[in-house]
């Protein structure tokens, strides 16, 4: 590592995007990618739709319960 940097240069900002949505990466066990890969195989549809499926599900559960 240097003992200095040059940041003269810099542009301060330049890849901030207040308006980005980031896609974080879920990591399941394997029973749960087994069963969410078994129901996107029945259904022909990604991972992702399944997944997203059942979230919906749960928080429709969660709200009523409200």
Do not use: T, W
């Not at 940097?5 to 990618?33: Q, V």
């Not at 259904?43 to 919906?56: A, F, M, P, Q």
Request: proline share 3%.
């Amino acid at each position: 590592m240097r003992e200095e940097y040059d940041f003269s240069k810099g542009e301060r900002g330049k890849f901030y995007h207040p308006d980005m949505k980031l896609n974080i990466p879920i990591y399941l066990d394997e029973e749960a990618s087994a069963f969410v890969e078994k129901i996107a195989s029945k259904k022909g549809i990604d991972r992702s739709s399944v997944v997203n499926e059942l979230l919906r599900g749960n928080i429709k559960i969660a709200e009523a319960m409200e």
